[in-house]
């Protein structure tokens, strides 16, 4: 099936996107610089056993809530909500890998409506954590985690890629962690998805292949810094929250919602394009 001329565009926007991506010169402050080795000594100093089973500890946990979403009925029900928007265009569709079978424009319209859900969804829980509720702030990682993977999957599903299935599980985990990590690590980050890819393609998935690493740590730190602004800022004579924390926990938590939609918004319209194009030749 050949690509339709809009198609063709939109691989040739995300291909430039990504070349972009690869040759962005970010010039690192000093700060940065040191703030990166700093870290890198600290985990250098731990036993290589000890690091280890940090890392592991971090992807079992990520695996533990993505299980949990794939074991209740949520999957389910969003496959069928989502089947039942397409077929306004198309009746006889009947699973998700059928969606593949619409033109492109179809699916970005059903992607962008669970992307807008989603990130709503995101802004609205870190506004409760912005309150500064303790049981809230507790829960903010998990639940801001659980969040952007229910994301994560929704547009997985809105290109017709079915996540029940174990390698498209650990896709989703993957595009997660990679998605958050900081901007200077993106390059890398990218090019880690599309040897997922390839490894999927040739069946040589590697399922005890590690999620997290020492760049992603950098995300926890600013997931903690942002609770301890939440509590610095609340109003502590009245125990309630303030604009600013509200501010800060629903904006922190929209923009990397933001980040993880837009990055698995475009892995999956470039899986989807490459795949339709290489069955056209």
């Not at 970010?26 to 890392?55: A, G, H, M, N, R």
Request: with cysteine.
């Amino acid at each position: 099936m050949r690509l339709s001329d809009y198609e063709t565009l939109q691989l040739q926007k995300i291909e430039q996107w990504i070349h972009t991506l690869d040759n962005e010169q970010i010039v690192l402050s000093d700060f940065v610089q040191i703030y990166d080795k700093w870290l890198e000594k600290i985990f250098t100093s731990f036993p290589d056993t000890q690091k280890e089973q940090i890392f592991k500890s971090i992807d079992q946990i990520l695996l533990y809530i993505q299980v949990f979403l794939q074991e209740t009925e949520h999957i389910q029900q969003m496959s069928e909500k989502i089947l039942q928007q397409a077929r306004i265009w198309d009746p006889d569709l009947q699973e998700i890998p059928d969606l593949k079978n619409l033109p492109l424009e179809k699916l970005q319209y059903l992607a962008g409506r669970e992307i807008n859900l989603h990130r709503m969804y995101s802004f609205m829980q870190g506004g409760l954590s912005g309150t500064g509720n303790t049981f809230l702030l507790t829960i903010d990682i998990p639940a801001i985690v659980l969040v952007n993977l229910r994301a994560i999957q929704a547009i997985a599903l809105s290109y017709g890629f079915p996540v029940q299935y174990p390698q498209e599980l650990l896709t989703v985990l993957k595009i997660f962690h990679c998605s958050t990590l900081p901007r200077r690590f993106h390059p890398s980050g990218w090019q880690e998805l599309m040897e997922t890819v390839k490894k999927q393609k040739l069946n040589n998935y590697d399922f005890n292949e590690r999620i997290t690493d020492l760049r992603w740590v950098n995300t926890i730190l600013l997931q903690i810094i942002k609770i301890l602004l939440i509590r610095l800022f609340r109003n502590n004579v009245e125990k309630r929250a303030s604009f600013i924390s509200l501010a800060i926990g629903a904006g922190s938590n929209y923009k990397l919602t933001k980040q993880v939609t837009e990055w698995a918004d475009r892995f999956y319209q470039y899986r989807y394009l490459l795949e339709k194009k290489e069955a056209g030749e």
